[in-house]
């Protein structure tokens, strides 16, 4: 389970995907079998900084050996 606290720190979500759209990263909710839509976690001044907080969101995955992930989306 990954679960991410959003750029404006309002929102804790449980995502099942993280996606780079140009500046903005996304979260899917829900799954394929069930109704799902997406949310905007964080927008960032780049693509190229998008990109590297995935980055890390990734890193942090790999790291975490629980069931659990826990990210905080940075402010910039």
Do not use: C
């Amino acid at each position: 389970m990954l679960w991410i606290v959003t750029q404006d720190k309002q929102s804790l979500i449980n995502v099942k995907e993280v996606t780079v759209n140009g500046k903005k990263i996304e979260g899917v909710i829900g799954s394929a079998s069930l109704d799902h839509w997406g949310k905007i976690l964080g927008k960032y001044e780049s693509n190229e900084r998008a990109l590297e907080i995935l980055n890390e969101i990734f890193t942090k995955i790999e790291e975490t050996s629980g069931i659990s992930v826990t990210f905080t989306m940075p402010n910039e």
